[in-house]
């Protein structure tokens, strides 16, 4: 489906340039604070302009949890990787038809986030080892492998400023400088172990869905920074 979302808002810049008489074509390569990427855009002989891209990107983190009860070595271990996949459309208004611009549109974000938690305490005595798990602590039999998942809304509207510099042709530098409303996080945890079938942890399993969630949803404006060098035709 969001393959073809973002065909659908290529398809239509591009009908739009085809049936249109005057216009500065310009390709872009694009740097940004959540990926790298192409995009395509068309300025009117006025202060209107619209432009289409595609950013990708992706973060491997490997971190360790707190001590929160004074045992020290019953830390979870954290391994996340988060794919960022956004393609969007934007329409630029140039206030005074020169480099300056304010921006609005969609990015459809097809992102997600996964975090595998593992316990790999030792303890002497091997069947004793645990694990600190929100408030109690769990053997790796009933933890497992712990795996969560985030996603956000598909449609992330966008509000920005930036630069787009007019030359008649050849190369040109263009910024961006916004904000994108990804929207709540939903959050799904599982469990590889036992937990499932142990009432104490699964309960704290969802209990810790909605503490990420509610942490998550301090995040819902998005800051996007965007820095690009385009060619215009």
Known sequence: MHKTLTGSLLSLLLLTLASTSQAQVTTSIQASDIGFGGEIGYRWDSPWGVRAGYLMGDLDVDFDAEDNN??????????????LKNAYLLA?????????????????????????????????????????????????????????????????????????????????????????YIGSASVDMSSSGSCNDDAQCRE??????????????????????????????
């Open 70 to 83: 004074g045992v020290e070595g019953d830390e979870l271990e954290y391994d996340s990787d988060v794919d």
């Open 92 to 180: 630029d208004w140039h206030p005074w038809n020169g480099i300056f611009r304010v921006s609005g549109g969609t990015f459809l974000n097809n992102s997600d986030a996964t975090v595998v938690t593992r316990c790999n305490a030792d303890s002497v005595i091997p069947q004793l080892a645990t694990c600190e798990f929100g408030n109690s602590v769990y053997s790796p039999t009933i933890l497992g492998e712990v795996t969560t998942k985030v996603d956000f809304d598909t449609i992330a509207p966008y509000l920005g400023i930036g630069w787009g510099h007019r030359a008649e042709s050849g190369f040109a530098v263009n910024a961006d400088l916004g904000v994108i």
């Open 204 to 233: 704290q399993i969802e209990q810790e869905e909605r503490e990420i969630e509610d942490e998550l949803d301090k995040y819902r404006w998005l800051p996007f920074v965007q820095l690009g060098v385009s060619y215009n035709f």
